[in-house]
């Protein structure tokens, strides 16, 4: 993983992972983000957390809030990006090398299958 200024940051392609750094000296980190298209000083985003479409409107996030709340499953959305939108021109950015990705990767193929393997598959 590398530390980049936000000038390096919009240089990177598409696809890049990254996560901003909310505090240097403590070494602390803000959302796992897919960095999308840069778009003059700012770029698109997905953060892995996912999205839920519903929580576009605040009657749709009292809503969708609420559900989940109350067991109720919602799908978040991994493909649509966001623009990032926050312009702080003193932002340091955690990059993830290919390696870290593909790390992280099979730690979450192995915690799928640590948490999942009991639980086996459901044709309803």
Known sequence: MNIVDRQTFLLLPAGTVYAKVTDAHAG??????IKGETVGADWYEQRLIGEFTEL??????????????????????????????????????????????????FRLTRATFDAYRDLGTSED
């Open 28 to 33: 602390e980190f803000g959302a796992v983000c």
């Open 56 to 105: 576009d409107s605040e009657e749709g996030r009292v809503e969708a809030l609420g559900a989940m709340r109350r067991g109720e499953s919602r799908t978040p959305d991994f493909e649509t990006p966001r623009r990032d939108s926050l312009f702080k021109a003193d932002q340091l950015f955690a990059v993830f090398e290919q390696a870290d990705v593909v790390a992280l990767t």
